[in-house]
C-alpha cells in the first residue's frame, strides 16, 4: 500500500513544518547513516530521507520521502 516516491535532486517539493506548508526543492537523496542539515540521520537504501532546502529561509532539513510532496511545474 506505500507508494514509493521517486524524487530526484532537483525536485520542487513541499512539507509541512509548524503549521505551514514550505516550499522547497531536494538537495539529495540520503541511504546510509549520516550527519546532515545539522542532525543525526539514520537512513538506509530500504528506507531513504531526502535532504531539501527551503525556498523561503534557505535552510536545510531532512524527511522521510512521506512527509514530502512533489509539487508541479518541473518538466
Partial sequence: MAQEKKLKKG???SWKS???TVPGKVKKK???RTEAAGRSV???KDEP????????S???AVH???ALRKRGGGS
Fill in 58 to 60: 534557505g535552510r536545510n
Fill in 42 to 44: 539514520d537512513a538506509s
Fill in 64 to 66: 522521510k520521502p512521506g
Fill in 18 to 20: 509548524h503549521g505551514q
Fill in 30 to 32: 540520503i541511504t546510509e
Fill in 11 to 13: 525536485d520542487q517539493v
Fill in 49 to 56: 530521507q531526502y535532504e531539501v532546502t527551503s525556498d523561503k
